[in-house]
């Protein structure tokens, strides 16, 4: 109603003040709000190829397992993905298999903290460093979280969070960038705003500006530097953020406790269900509950379908390499990536939303348990 009532719904004080409290909650000196998680990514990259003078075609390190838009968007900045085996246990990037990946083409390492886990940093820091990579987390799953004390989100020079339905903290759709570095800020805000000189991009940028000076923004007003898109968010999206903000110690809660249900109560299947682990010195966001089967008998297929059917709704655990468009790119490359081509064959994920009650989640617990005890 504030935003309805200020009469201004482009970029303006309640985005700032987003963008500020996510920023800080997640140790950052600056936050920005885009249209997505997505055009986060795509920003950050996009700011870091110009910042660094990257070439078309060279490299960016990409876990084998994440949702599609992490590799898309490299390929969008005219730059190849390279894919990173993923972790057995904990389903993110495996610090042990990204230096045998790196090339003298290679930019930068996307980790991707999936399902709201961070990503074991304190070896992808150290490669990063000796090889001179850049970081871009992709953070799209995971808000809050800390990895050995420190959050996620700041660990790279850009932090890339999505503010989607699904997700931590929903502002519809939206996402929002971390970064330490202000001069990343400026160019990531042009790049979001088509490109445009960044002595203008928000309608208030001219506000107590006089003379000579207000003459040089009017000037420079319309003026764009650089190839950019339109990835703008408004004010509405930003005053159902920081509603979400006020909730989001309730909201962590809940999933922890859902989560926490869960493995109670599915911890009996040990031996046909694989359920997830938390990292040592790390928190868990739990943005859904990862499964994967672990006798080769079993049958997803089945499984889904017998879900399904029951009301459950569920999703395959973020294929990548397997997805039609990657083969048709890449081949088929399950053999490079046999962490990876298992989870594909054997891994889902099933709802751990705050809005879910006790009943929803213990309902989700008898259809798992009855499927089982019906096929030993």
């Not at 991707?112 to 150290?126: A, E, K, N, R």
């Not at 493995?263 to 990292?279: K, Y």
């Not at 499964?291 to 999703?315: C, K, M, N, W, Y």
């Amino acid at each position: 109603m504030e935003v309805l009532d200020s009469n201004r719904i482009t970029a303006g004080p309640m985005m700032s003040r987003f963008e500020s409290e996510v920023a800080s909650l997640h140790d950052c000196r600056f936050g920005l709000m885009s249209n997505s998680g997505t055009s986060a990514l795509q920003i950050a990259l996009a700011a870091l190829k110009e910042t660094h003078d990257w070439a078309d075609g060279d490299e960016v390190l990409v876990p084998a397992v994440t949702f599609v838009a992490t590799s898309n968007v490299v390929l969008y900045n005219n730059l190849v993905p390279v894919f990173v085996d993923v972790e057995p246990d904990f389903y993110d990037i495996d610090p042990a298999s990204i230096e045998r990946r790196i090339t003298p083409r290679t930019r930068a390492i996307m980790p991707v903290h999936v399902g709201g886990l961070p990503c074991d940093m304190d070896p992808i820091l150290d490669i990063a460093r000796r090889h001179g990579l850049q970081i871009v987390e992709d953070s799209a799953e995971t808000m809050f979280a800390r990895y050995k004390r420190r959050t996620v989100g700041s660990f790279g020079n850009v932090g890339c969070f999505s503010t989607y339905a699904a997700h931590i903290i929903t502002t519809g759709v939206g996402g929002v960038s971390t970064t330490n570095d202000p001069e990343l800020l400026v160019l990531m805000k042009s790049i979001m705003n088509h490109g445009r000189d960044s002595i203008y991009i928000r309608i208030d940028d001219d506000a107590g500006r006089t003379g000579d000076e207000l003459f040089e923004v009017a000037n420079r007003r319309f003026s764009f530097v650089r190839l950019g898109h339109s990835f703008r968010c408004t004010e509405m999206e930003a005053a159902l953020g920081i509603a979400q903000l006020e909730e989001r110690d309730e909201h962590w809660a809940r999933r922890r406790r859902i989560a926490g249900r869960y493995r109670d109560a599915l911890g009996s299947l040990e031996g046909r269900l694989q359920l997830p682990e938390v990292r040592p010195e790390s928190d868990h966001a739990f943005m859904f509950y990862p499964l994967v089967l672990s006798d080769p008998a079993d049958s997803r297929p089945a499984l889904i379908q017998f879900l399904e059917e029951r009301g459950i709704e569920t999703r395959y655990l973020l294929p990548l390499i397997n997805q039609p468009v990657y083969r048709r790119m890449f081949g088929n490359l399950d053999a490079e990536y046999p962490v990876a081509a298992r989870l594909n064959e054997k891994a889902f994920y099933i709802g751990c939303h705050p809005e879910m009650t006790d009943g929803d989640a213990d309902y989700v617990i008898e259809c798992l348990q009855t499927y089982f005890a019906d096929r030993t």
